[in-house]
Structure formats: C-alpha cells, structure tokens
C-alpha cells in the first residue's frame, strides 16, 4: 500500500478510529526513545521547590508570551 492510499484510508476513518490510531502512533514513537516514559515520569514525580516554574516562566519558555518573541 502506497503512503498516498494510507493517509486516504485513515482520512475516511471515524473520528473515534483515527484517534485510536494516533495513540497507537504515539506509542510506537514513544518504544523508539529508550528511557523516555522513566525520565517524564521522573521530572513530573520531582517535588523539589528549586525546579518549579511560575506560570509566567512557562508561557514564556514555550513561547506564549510577546516576551519570547
């Protein structure tokens, strides 16, 4: 099956389905990063106070600010 005819299949599929699917996808990514799902787990379990953004820090390190531009 070509690339073309894939992306027209999942296109017709349900809006349940292609969900489905894409968490499927995420997950195949995820097996390819060794460690990854230990060391998310690791920065959203860490508790220590000297890591912690403000809200403000956060929207400005993702770009969500006129700051950051």
Known sequence: MSFDTLMLEVESLPAAARRKLMA?????EDQGRAGYAAKLAG???????????????????????????
């Open 24 to 28: 499927y996808m995420v997950a195949l």
């Open 43 to 69: 920065k959203i379990d860490d508790k220590s106070p000297g890591r912690w953004l403000t809200p403000e820090e956060c929207e400005k390190k993702l770009g969500l600010t006129d700051e950051s531009k």
